[in-house]
C-alpha cells in the first residue's frame, strides 16, 4: 500500500481560504482512488471528498460542495484539497486516505491513511 503525508493544515479566520497537500510514496499513485476525510473532537470521522483514477470520479459531502474542490496531480503523486469560504464546523483533523480497489464514502473503504493535519477556523 501506499505512504501518505498530509500538509497545508492551519488557523484561519472565517471566509478564509487553505490547500491541503497530501503526497503519496511507495507505490503508481495513478493507481490509487483518494479521499479526504476529517474528524472532529468527539465526532466520528467523517468523508469530505473523494476522486477516483479515472478523470470526472469525484464527489463530496453537500455540506462543502462549491467550497471545497479535489485535485489530483498524477505528475507530483500528490492529491489536494482546496478549501474556500472556510467556517468554524469545519474545524478537524483532515485525513487523506488511499486505496487500489476500494472507493466509497466509508472509512473501511480505503486502505492507508496519511498522520493527520490540523485545520481551526476561528469565526
Known amino acids: 500500500q501506499v505512504q501518505l503525508v498530509e500538509s497545508g493544515g492551519g488557523l484561519v479566520q472565517a471566509g478564509g481560504s487553505l490547500r491541503l497537500s497530501c503526497r503519496a510514496s511507495?507505490?503508481?499513485?495513478?493507481?490509487?482512488?483518494m479521499a479526504w476525510f476529517r474528524q472532529a473532537p468527539g465526532k466520528e470521522r467523517e468523508f469530505v471528498a473523494s476522486?477516483?483514477?479515472?478523470?470526472?470520479?469525484?464527489y463530496y459531502v453537500d455540506s462543502v460542495k462549491g467550497r471545497f474542490t479535489i485535485i489530483r496531480g498524477n505528475a507530483e503523486n500528490t492529491v489536494y484539497l482546496q478549501m474556500n469560504s472556510l467556517k468554524p464546523e469545519d474545524t478537524a483533523v483532515y485525513y487523506c486516505a488511499g486505496d487500489r480497489d476500494g472507493y466509497g464514502s466509508r472509512p473501511g473503504d480505503f486502505g492507508s491513511w496519511g498522520q493527520g493535519t490540523q485545520v481551526t477556523v476561528s469565526s
Open positions: 511507495g507505490d503508481t499513485f495513478s493507481n490509487y482512488n
Open positions: 476522486i477516483g483514477r479515472n478523470p470526472g470520479d469525484i
